[in-house]
């Protein structure tokens, strides 16, 4: 007997919900061939080639000038070992990676027929799924909280080059003393002693790539004293100085600076793979949507039809009751279909609920408007299926999952970081270097004061500045975390790379199970389908009323047609199923394998805002490319 099954029961576990949740991993484990041990120790560093550089050496030798070859190392490593696997797919069954043009046309009928039944005083309108993710990256809330992430990033860069940025300062006072005088000689008999005192200052300074802190300062002052020994008592002063501190040890070099903006890049782009991750998930959950919603509206045109069939039925027992049919075959066949109408409510909030879902994933306004029309898929599912090559879809996965990219760029960014932990684990010892030109006039003449500066020797400070802590202190225990953190890092990489075999092997698995699946669905169909057209072709000549044998095997017959329309029905709704299984199934795929942007002509691309209090900041969106790569 046909039943309209909630969505949940209608489609495998595996379409219905997201892959991590699909199967436990011990099941997926148990699931998956079994794979070669790969033997070998994780380089994470110095440790594999000893001891990490102690003393002064980690100044000259650390991680953040062997970051190239370590994790060039790394991802050599890393490719040895996914070569090393042993992995084996589910094949295709013989002759059986394509539908005939007979089975897709005549058995599968319901594809065609996916607008014919609304749920609502609405019109129906088709909407292909190409069309449906482009308005998803164009208007879906969750796709645009997403970007957000890349863009915050993104300042963290010009963040990083401001270190460099040259810097102007300026400052200005002027000051008035009056006290009481402790030595009238000095004042001239006068008891209070006064000074009046005007004073600039202005320059430029910066810190440059080495380390160094460098300022250029130009102050004038003037002051007037009533201090006998102050000859004038109104003089005017100009001082030029320059000044450069060089870290020797600690916060010194090239590389130890220049490694702030490597790794605001580097959290840039985990951040832009951390987007295009989402959008993939999000994207992906879009299509399991849409043929869940294929899947709905099937069942339901189906339902319709079956509701159709019986009724016929009825309508014929009917008229030709008191001629040779009975009653308790006009009850049975109005039992039947009143079971049938009330499996077509079910299918109606099926429809209708499968389709809010999509809506509330693409969020387009035109979508939600009032009185918009229903949705209604206009793709047809796949009728071919593509012979698995799992090696080759491994090494694809290793190299465009963006979480595999990730972790690499994580652990290139935890080799920067010791690195720089341990050039701040160092010693303190600053060069002090300043040089200075100085001069004076009378009264309130800067320019000559200035003028005057040049005719002199040049003033200098020449000097070292050393701090060593007794003991251990936060930077040990900082770089300490940092080599643990490296590790960590390392083993996060394996699991990611491990997880992303799995993952693959499983969606492919699926994506073979599915389509075996719907190749013997379809064979089961057609069987049904020619029994019940046997089984039909009797009742419309008169055999299923008489049964030629009396009342009894009219009713007989009567249950057989109805059992059989039932078979079909159900065989038609498990072939939809499959149908809707496997287009998620090679979906799935896709995203195992990092290429489901690609393979829907979608790309991510950065922007900067032109308009409103936003303008020139960073922006991230997906867009569609010339054509789709397959």
Request: glycine letters at 6%; hydrophobic letters at 40%; charged letters at 25%.
């Given at each position: ?6 969505l ?7 379409a ?19 794979s ?19 003393g002064?050496?980690?100044?000259s ?7 190239d ?21 589910t094949?295709?069954?013989?002759g ?63 963040e ?16 008035r ?14 008891p ?21 802190q ?48 490597e ?10 793979l ?34 159709d ?6 309508r ?38 499968a ?12 979508m ?34 963006p ?35 100085s ?9 000559p ?10 003033g200098?400070?020449?000097?070292l ?10 930077r ?70 008489s049964?030629?044998?009396g ?24 072939v939809?199923s ?17 290429t ?16 409103g ?17 397959q």
């Open positions: 007997m046909l039943a309209a099954l909630p949940s029961a209608a489609l495998p576990l595996s219905a919900l997201p892959l991590s949740a699909a199967l436990p991993l011990s099941a997926a484990l148990a699931q998956t061939a079994p070669a041990p790969v033997v070998g120790p994780i380089d994470p560093g110095p440790r594999a080639r000893g001891e990490a550089p102690s002064l050496a980690k100044r030798r650390n991680q953040i000038g062997d970051a070859a370590i994790t060039q190392r790394f991802e050599a490593f890393v490719d040895s070992a996914v070569a090393a696997r042993g992995l084996v797919a094949p295709l069954e013989p059986g990676s394509s539908l005939s043009p007979e089975v897709a046309g005549k058995l599968f009928w319901w594809e065609g027929k996916m607008g014919t039944v609304p749920t609502r005083d609405a019109p129906v309108a088709g909407i292909q799924l190409a069309d449906l993710l482009q308005r998803a990256t164009a208007t879906s809330l969750q796709i645009a909280t997403f970007a957000e992430l890349p863009a915050i990033r993104d300042t963290s860069i010009a990083a080059r401001g270190r460099f940025t040259p810097e102007f300062y300026a400052e200005g006072k002027s000051t003393r009056e006290d009481a005088t402790t030595a009238l000689y000095q004042t001239g008999g006068d209070r002693l006064k000074e009046n005192e005007n004073s600039a200052e202005f320059g430029l300074r910066s810190r440059i790539q080495s380390g160094a460098v300022s250029m300062s130009q102050r004038f002052s003037d002051l007037e004293s009533n201090i006998i020994t102050y000859v004038p008592d109104h003089q005017s002063r100009s001082r030029t100085t320059f000044s450069v501190v060089q870290p020797l040890l600690r916060d010194s070099g090239l590389e130890y600076n220049n490694s702030f903006e790794l605001a890049e580097l959290e840039t782009e985990a951040a832009k951390e987007f295009r991750r989402q959008v993939e998930s999000h994207l992906l959950e879009v299509t399991r949507t849409y043929w869940t919603l294929f899947l709905a509206r099937a069942n339901l045109v189906q339902q319709e039809r079956a509701v069939s019986v009724s016929q039925i009825s014929r027992i009917e008229d030709r009751k008191g001629v040779d049919s009975l009653e308790l075959q006009l009850n049975r066949a109005r039992a039947t279909e009143a079971e049938r109408k009330a499996g077509l409510v079910r299918a109606r909030n099926a429809v209708r609920n389709e809010a879902r999509l809506r509330a994933l693409v969020n387009d306004p035109q939600n408007a009032v009185g918009a029309a229903e949705i209604a898929p206009a793709d047809r599912p796949d009728a071919k299926a593509t012979p698995i090559d799992l090696t080759a879809d491994v090494a694809t996965a290793v190299k465009a999952r979480e595999v990219r990730s972790v690499m760029i994580g652990y290139r960014a935890s080799l920067l970081r010791e690195g720089m932990a341990a050039n701040e684990s160092l010693p303190q010892l600053d060069l002090v270097l300043e040089g200075s030109l001069g004076g006039r009378d009264g309130v003449a800067y320019g004061a200035f003028s005057n500066a040049w005719y002199g020797m040049p200098y400070v020449a000097g500045r050393l701090a060593v802590p007794l003991g251990s202190d936060e040990k225990a900082r770089y300490d975390r940092r080599r643990l953190e490296t590790w960590q890092q390392a083993m996060q990489a394996r699991t990611t790379i491990e997880t992303v075999i799995l993952e693959m092997e499983v969606t492919a698995n699926e994506y073979v199970a599915a389509w075996n699946d719907l190749m013997r669905r379809g064979e089961a169909l057609r069987l049904a389908t020619a029994d019940n057209e046997l089984l039909g072709n009797r009742y419309a000549s008169g055999l299923s009323l049964g030629g044998g009342a009894s095997d009219g009713i007989l017959y009567l249950d057989q047609l109805l059992a059989s329309q039932d078979r079909v029905a159900n065989a038609e709704l498990e939809a499959a149908q809707a299984t496997f287009q998620v199934a090679s979906a799935a795929r896709a995203r195992a394998r990092g489901l942007l690609e393979e829907n002509g979608l790309t991510i691309v950065r922007e900067e805002s032109d308009s209090a936003d303008r020139g900041l960073p922006r991230y969106r997906v867009v569609k490319t010339s054509a789709a790569v």
